[in-house]
């Protein structure tokens, strides 16, 4: 039977941590910036966990 393949996609959006942790880059910082507060723009940078309900999804398509 031929080896899973990760989703290389999915590969350069997350990065996981030493622990485990699944983090990913907030949304709403690609366009219409001007119209966003600055204190916005700075809350949405950073990056956040994966959400729980999409864990799963989202290890599988890691190859994990």
Known sequence: MPKM???????????????????RQQTGLRHRL?????????DLSGTVEVSKADLPRVKKMLGR
Do not use: D, P, Q
Request: charged share 35%; hydrophobic share 25%; aromatic share 0%.
């Open 5 to 23: 393949k990760s989703h290389t996609g999915m590969g350069k959006r997350v990065k996981v941590t030493g622990t485990g942790k699944i983090l």
């Open 34 to 42: 001007e119209v966003k507060a600055s204190k916005e723009t700075r």
